[in-house]
């Protein structure tokens, strides 16, 4: 049987909770209720199926990816969104940072078998968004101010078993 597994970096308990409210407002200002069963996260890999029984080859290349880096502060700022017609996605928008990027290019190296451009965000409005009500969502939120940031001290490989459980985490450490 087939399960799904995807990497990612998730904020601190107390902004996943204020990402929600903005994810609530989706829902019941604009029928955007999809967001709301997933946490707020930046997704280092996205999801992927592999066959149940190869589990253990995911959680080997997990622990392979190299994450002998300091911890480092990611700071979101703002809204964001990808204007597709077809999917339009809302997010809020985290700053440009490089020790992001060198997370990523070290995922990559342990998992490269799905070509994936890397842009980070933090969904908030996605799949049952309708063109038309990411229009008006748009609206509301390309002006709106979100600030805060948030410690990246690891990263957590997430399995879909009815919803999205982390089953390994692999922590940010610096050594000499």
């Known amino acids: 049987m087939k399960k799904m597994y995807f990497i990612a970096v998730y904020p ?16 019941i ?6 967001a709301l069963k997933n946490e707020a ?13 190869l589990e253990e080859d995911i959680h080997i290349a997990f622990q ?19 204007p597709n017609p077809k999917n339009p ?10 020790h992001l990027k060198d997370l990523y290019t070290r ?18 409005g996605y799949r049952d968004l309708t063109w038309e009500n990411y229009l008006k969502a ?7 101010e979100y600030k805060t940031k948030f410690l990246v001290d690891k990263i957590l490989l997430l399995r879909h078993d009815g919803k ?7 922590s940010l450490t610096e050594t000499m």
Request: aromatic share 16%; charged share 25%; net charge negative.
């Open 12 to 27: 601190s308990q107390e902004i996943i909770e204020e990402i929600k409210e903005f994810k609530k407002d989706l829902a």
């Open 29 to 34: 200002s604009f029928q955007n209720s999809k």
């Open 89 to 98: 996605v809302i997010f809020v928008h985290p700053e440009d940072n490089t």
């Open 64 to 82: 392979k990816i190299d994450t002998n880096m300091h911890p480092f502060e990611i700071e979101l700022n703002g809204f964001g969104s990808f």
């Open 107 to 124: 995922v990559k190296q342990q998992f490269s078998f799905t070509p994936y451009s890397f842009t980070p965000h933090v969904t908030i």
């Open 138 to 144: 748009w609206e509301k939120y390309q002006h709106k």
């Open 164 to 170: 999205w459980v982390p089953i390994a985490e692999k």
């Open 41 to 53: 996260h930046i997704t280092l890999f996205p999801p992927f199926s592999r066959e149940a029984e």
